[in-house]
């Protein structure tokens, strides 16, 4: 009844800048903190960065003052606006929330929904 479908993936130079969509489908009546991940070949998932309801963010060290994470409420989406990349941010990204309370017939909550993940390439 819910799904986060991720988007704004693809190749670029090092140096350039992708926007990452995330965006909840469904009746969505409330998207609590959300965060992206990533995932290179070989490596663990890597915390990215977060933003609660109440749009507080945070940041892996790595990415702090390239990316920056962002929400529309009224849209149900978060974004992830990355700058100045680098081959090292190549990986497969991933949405994630903590809950999403929708309703479909009633008033469900979904907890720790992920999406299918979206693929950024940094080529040097």
């Known amino acids: 009844q819910v799904q986060l479908v991720e988007s704004g993936g693809g190749l670029v130079q090092a140096g350039g800048s992708l926007k990452l969509s995330c965006a909840a489908s469904?009746?969505?009546?409330?998207?609590?903190?959300m965060r992206w991940y990533r995932q290179a070949p070989g490596k663990q998932r890597e915390l990215v960065a977060t933003?609660?309801?109440?749009?507080?963010?945070n940041y892996a060290d790595s990415v702090k003052g390239r990316f920056t994470i962002s929400r529309d409420n009224a849209k149900n989406t978060v974004y992830l606006q990355m700058n100045s990349l680098k081959p090292e941010d190549t990986a497969l990204y991933y949405c994630?929330?903590?809950?999403?309370?929708?309703?479909?017939?009633?008033?469900?909550?979904?907890?720790?929904?992920w999406g299918q993940g979206t693929q950024v390439t940094v080529s040097s």
């Open positions: 933003i609660t309801s109440g749009d507080t963010t």
């Open positions: 994630n929330a903590d809950s999403i309370t929708y309703y479909s017939g009633s008033v469900y909550t979904a907890r720790d929904a």
């Open positions: 469904g009746r969505i009546l409330r998207l609590n903190t």
